[in-house]
């Protein structure tokens, strides 16, 4: 009989989480420089759902923002000053962390899964905070604000996209700059249809998030 464990986790209501995914993630960390940057770009240490990961990766976090080697000598020194080593489980649990991965290439992937999972329990924690917002004897404006806010909250860490190389920026910079010199016109994106926005922005463009905030009750919801 088959068993369905993400059926069996929506039931037990258990926040979402991939300890497997967390674990291939810090073992690739520690065997791959490369792969130190790769979950850098994606991952802070309030993204593992394990306490002993957050642990490991915020050592991890500690030796790359210091330009020191990453490995499991580097990170169980790094645990020890910070006296959490025996409370992640030692130096036989970070040489099983690398032991899970023989080799770091998919450790894009890893990252990405642990990345999902954590939006998931910070969209699980905005959803409680709105309900409880329910009930409260406020205006309701202002709650609507702040449930609003709660849930930009989780989509900004998402928003993040870390390090590019600069030249295919500049490139597609040079090539923008050129089409907007032909068009000639203000409105370099599509136009709102009010005025005084589209001279502060010039327009809506690509991949741009617009963000109208202003007091209760002055209005927002006309702009949608």
Known sequence: MAIDYQE???????PPSNLDAEESVLGAAMISADAVNTVMDHLDPSDFYKPAHQLIFEAIAELFDANQPVDAITVSDALGRREQLDRMGGIAY??????????????????????????????????SAIGGLAFEDADIAEVMDQAEQAIYKVAEKRMGEGLVPVSPLINSTLEKIEELGVRGSDITGVPTGFKDLDRKLAGLHPANLVVIAARPSMGKCLTG
Do not use: C, F, H
């Open 8 to 14: 069996g986790r929506s039931q037990l209501r258990v």
């Open 94 to 127: 970070l040489a099983g962390l690398i032991d899970k991965v023989p080799t770091a290439s998919n450790v894009d992937y890893y990252a990405t899964i642990v990345e999902e999972n954590s939006q998931r329990r910070r969209l699980l924690e905005a959803s």
